[in-house]
């Protein structure tokens, strides 16, 4: 026996913020670790707030019967009570706990999500560059992403967004703030899709569901994220605390259904059952617990804010654009005009090229292929300031000699 035909391929393709996080592990074993720029992982280094660790404490000294069995396939009642009143503030609507499904971090919601709302052959549009797990994600579910192109200053194109909708478009899936361009959509933007998608459910006589992933909401430098279940009845929010709170390993996260959703009763019941039958049962049992009791906490974003802030002025040194991130601890940088005569003989803005480039000064990035837009490149800035400040030689060397 083999293993199936898309998986096989899969593997074929892996991604490239996995590849580059491998080389970089070489790397770091060849040169030590602190001579390495490794800007290629968003894997937050930032560690969880204070209070995180007291309630974790406190919870695992409690003597209280049950609490590591089966619950609600939603989550615990009280977690979900909770968890909309933060989802109520932020999206300025009211929802109780009968609006949220807790999730295995974003991406378990995300499937959970697709599962409810695709069938074989729907189509999600999803706006490039994006996260590009999303495409294994609709592909779990039978659903295929339509890829549109975003302006120059990287907000949504409502226009190639409206080329875009047919009939099998089942959702609009966006990102704000956004991994990899750091970008927050304004609320006029939101609205005008709002708009865009109610005039093609009245035309088609079936509204697309507007699927927004926010595991940023909370890492955004002074810059409101507006709200989403306010303005479009047919929203479902996934957000996690994978960033918020530094909390990747542990897989909590919570879907947010809009109060005016026609169908609502049937979607809520089928992203309990999706989560359920696509193995998750239900979201972790302790983090629910703890992040119930931390819907005020995050990360210091301020931290965040100093790196981005040495970060761009390397790079303003060394004459490489960048997106000014409003949000998310991403950069997402222009490939640079070639300048060194007889540099190898990519042509400019090949991405692929300059990150092999980089890599010579032991810098790394993640190639804009890796996210549906050749010609840029993304550095994640969750690594220690000191070690962007150390790579300011290494970043004008590479551009001199590029
Ligand atoms: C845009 C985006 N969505 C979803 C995820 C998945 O997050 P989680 O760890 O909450 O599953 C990530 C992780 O990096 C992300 O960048």
Redesign the pocket.
């Known amino acids: 026996m083999a293993i199936a035909v898309g998986i096989k391929n899969a593997l074929g393709s892996s991604s490239m913020i996995r590849k580059m996080f491998e080389e970089g592990t070489l790397l770091k074993k060849q040169y030590g670790a602190d001579k390495v720029f490794d800007f290629s992982i968003?894997n937050p280094d930032v560690e969880p707030p204070p209070a995180f660790h007291e309630i974790f404490l406190k919870l695992a000294q409690e003597d209280r019967k049950g609490s590591h069995g089966y619950m609600p396939n939603a989550g615990y009642p009280e977690v979900r009570e909770a968890l909309a009143k933060k989802a109520s503030r932020e999206q300025q609507v009211h929802i109780d706990g009968s609006h949220i499904v807790m999730a295995?971090?974003?991406?378990?919601?995300?499937n959970s999500v697709f599962k409810t709302v695709c069938d074989p052959g729907s189509e999600i549009i999803v706006s490039r560059p994006y996260?590009m797990?999303y495409r294994a994600y609709a592909a779990n579910h039978g659903a295929q992403l339509v890829e549109v192109d975003t302006l120059p200053d990287f907000n949504l194109d409502i226009a190639a967004i409206g080329r875009a909708l047919s009939e099998k478009t089942a959702a609009v899936l966006i990102?704000s703030p956004?991994?990899p361009t750091g970008k927050i959509y304004p609320a006029e933007t939101i609205a005008a899709l709002a708009d865009l998608l109610r005039a093609h459910g009245n035309k088609t006589g079936r509204l697309p569901y507007l699927v927004s992933?926010e595991?940023?909401r909370e890492i955004a430098y002074n810059i409101e994220v507006p709200p989403i279940l306010s303005v479009y009845s047919e929203s479902i929010i996934?957000n996690?605390?994978?960033?918020s709170l530094s909390l990747?390993g542990e897989?909590i996260?919570y879907i947010a259904v809009g109060p005016d959703m026609h169908d609502r009763d049937d979607v809520m019941n089928g992203l309990i059952y999706a989560t359920r039958v696509l193995g998750f049962v239900n979201a972790p049992a302790l983090m629910q617990r703890i992040v119930a009791e931390l819907t005020d906490a995050r990360v210091d974003v301020a931290i965040y804010a100093g790196r981005r802030d040495a970060f761009t002025a390397i790079l303003d040194k060394a004459g490489i654009e960048y997106a000014p991130p409003e949000g998310t601890f991403y950069l997402f940088c222009k490939v640079p005009p070639r300048r060194a005569n007889g540099a190898a003989n990519a042509p400019a803005g090949d991405d692929l090229a300059f990150v092999e480039h980089l890599k010579k000064f032991l810098i790394l990035g993640v190639p804009g292929a890796g996210f549906g837009k050749s010609g840029w490149l993304r550095f994640a800035y969750c690594v220690d300031e000191g070690i962007i400040r150390a790579s300011a030689e290494a970043f004008s060397k590479a551009a001199e000699s590029w």
Request: neutral net charge.
């Open positions: 968003g295995v971090g974003a991406a378990g919601g995300l996260f797990e990102n956004n991994n992933d595991p940023y996934v996690s605390y994978s960033k990747p897989r996260g």
